[in-house]
């Protein structure tokens, strides 16, 4: 059962948010929008259900789950307790794209599968108007990932992810285009410093005016696969097309250009085809013949970015550059994605 609406309140058709809410309550998986990306659902506190999650995304079982709560009951229902930092974190982020990590209350509550085994869970609590009435409706805690096959960019919108759900889940709730385009910012506080394990849109300038915030090394370093990292997700292939991309960047865009456009002629002298993602503002400056608009804000590049990367294998081209957006604000989320994305081939001119 697909079910059609967008965002807004009024066209929110309650009778479906119900049926698929009673799918959570049998133990079925659903496909929801949240305001970062999709979900892939199912009641977090039983494990059968969170085990056609792992099954359906192909994803290793040593990935813990985020958890969605709809008020704060549910939340201390699953975590043992809530900090100073965390508190004030939820007064001022939440509803919001905002995952913390919190010690897990009990084995019986959440069980391993869901938290891959560690006694933290990290819970977010939606903005989107679906994700909170299905979670109310259904009455549990749902533990959903991005809704993608491991591997992929995380869906943003139904048409780019059907194909890969489509006949796994029990009902698809399609929320149209979601707001925000990258997942969640996922953090973790201890010792009174809120560490960033995964940027996002609530931004490490935001959480600084919480407290003192230390970014994880693998937000923009490599990771790798043997290593013990805060968060077990960062060490997978991800985002990355089956074409091979490149990011360049400059905080001086003419020096960004000139780049882009000397790689663009070298593969031309070699009879190579290129594709340039680039920012609306930018790309009449580009001699390649395919140019793609990411958007011309920070925030249209977060919303476009995954969809786009979805397309780029359709074009059939020999290489795909990418323009780089800097560190800031939402700009450290974007490019902790296109890092991956173009598995850590990069430029950056000074
Ligand atoms: O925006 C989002 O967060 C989306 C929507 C659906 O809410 N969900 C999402 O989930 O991105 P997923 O599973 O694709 O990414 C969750 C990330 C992973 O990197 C995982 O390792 C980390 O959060 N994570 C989850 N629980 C954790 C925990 N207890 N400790 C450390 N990292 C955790
Ligand atoms: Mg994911």
Known sequence: MISKYSNQTE????????????????????????ETVYGLGANAMNAEAVKKIFEAKGRASDNPLIVHVSNLIMLKQIVE??????????QTFWPGPLTIIFPR???QI????????????????????IAQKLIEYAGVPIAAPSANVSGKPSGTKIEDILQEFDGKVAYILDGG????????????????????LRPGKITKEQLEQIAKVEVDSHVLGKV???????????????YAPNTKCMMIYSKEPQ????????????????????????????LNKYIANKKWNMGETLDEVAKNI????????????????????????????????????CEYNYIVIE
Not at 81 to 90: A, D, R, S, T
Not at 122 to 129: A, C, D, F, I, K
Not at 188 to 196: D, G
């Open 224 to 238: 790798e696969k043997t290593e013990v990292v805060a968060s077990p997700g960062m060490k997978y292939r991800h």
């Open 306 to 341: 995954f969809t786009l990367l979805r397309q780029v294998d359709k074009e059939n081209v020999d290489l795909v550059i990418i323009e780089g957006v800097g560190q800031q604000k939402l700009g450290l989320a974007i490019t902790n994605r296109l890092i991956r994305a």
């Open 105 to 107: 209350k009990s084995e």
């Open 81 to 90: 307790n809530i900090g100073e930092i965390e508190q004030k974190l939820i």
């Open 11 to 34: 066209q929110i058709n309650e009778e479906e948010i119900k049926e698929a809410a009673q799918k959570i309550k049998e133990g079925e998986i659903v496909l929801f929008p949240t």
């Open 110 to 129: 959440i069980p391993n599968i869901t938290t891959a085994g560690l006694d933290t869970v990290g819970v977010r609590m939606p903005s989107n108007l």
């Open 255 to 282: 020096k960004m250009i000139d780049k882009i456009n000397e790689i663009i002629r070298k593969k031309q002298d070699e009879n190579q085809t290129v594709l340039v993602l680039g920012r609306k503002q930018h």
């Open 177 to 196: 285009f979601v707001d925000i385009g990258v997942e969640s910012t996922v953090i973790q506080v201890k010792k009174n410093t809120i560490h960033l």
